[in-house]
């Protein structure tokens, strides 16, 4: 029973970086072990089906928060504040959709816009978008680790971050109304071995002391592909230690990764987090545009 052993195994996610891949695999677990338990239910073998229940049920504790509405999902009335909507988006460096994506973009017309391995093929179509997005910060790069902000409003300040060395991320300060917005876009290494993941963790780490470090009244969200699902304890440490909440939280488990174009093979690793303050009104998932990632999005009202 591989869900079952991968299922104990990911316990020990802290220790070892393969156990923390396996962590991130808790609603694939949970699928085929409620119906491993079912199955052998029906087969009368009692003893499989009460170690395939208890472990089908220690995945769906783990990964409840996200399947249990939230109280953040309460109406708040609006005009207790300005709204806005976000959105990332990893386009896949390698992607020639870019139409499509352009199409997508222009139909969401959100107002701020995080695109990850924005490659030299990627330029012209953010180009194309300066009508919508006249202010736009750019670090292009060939390869898998390029990014863009695209805003419809000017930046107070836009520069560009290194929580890894050679690794761009984008820290911006915007103004909604009169409230003040830091917008982070960024994308760690993804875990392939034990080198990348110790470097993707201190990636997240040091982007969350930088966010602790904030003072006074600037809210704060983080948008990315963030290479880890909400099942890994890094992720967990990364929202402790920057306080913030993840959007997605209360609002059942959406994929943005897919290694097939099937939900059981699909996990979340791109996230948008928000600080206290900010209220998520809706969240979505794009539909497939040519990449492996789904652009998500949310609609945000700052209410304090």
Known sequence: ??????????????????????????????????VAALLFFLCRNSRWAVVTAVLAALNLWIISPYLVPSPRSAVVEKELGESFRLMNFNVLSSNRRHDDVITYLREKDADFVFLLEASPEWEPALKKLSDLYPHQKHEIQAGNF???????????????????????????????????????GTHPYPPI????????????????????????????????????TP?????????????????????GVMPTWYALPLFSFGVPIDHICVSEGIHIEDRGVGPDLGSDHRAVWVDVRIIE
């Open 1 to 34: 029973m591989l869900a079952a052993a991968s299922s104990i195994l990911a316990l020990g996610a802290r220790g070892h970086w393969l156990m923390d891949l396996l962590a991130n695999f808790r609603v694939q677990y949970a699928l085929y072990l409620v």
């Open 231 to 251: 099942w890994s304890p890094h992720f967990v440490d990364f929202l402790s230690a920057s306080q913030l909440e993840d959007s997605a939280k209360g609002r």
């Open 193 to 228: 071995n034990a080198k990348v993941c110790r470097l993707r963790n201190a990636h997240m780490q040091r982007l969350a002391e930088s966010i602790a470090k904030e003072t006074g009244a600037t809210k704060t969200i983080v948008a990315g592909d963030f290479n880890m």
């Open 146 to 184: 390029g990014i863009a902000l695209l805003s419809k409003t000017p930046f107070q300040k836009v520069e560009v971050a290194e929580y890894t060395p050679l690794i761009a991320s984008i820290d911006a300060l915007v103004l909604v109304g009169d409230k003040r917005v830091r917008l982070i």
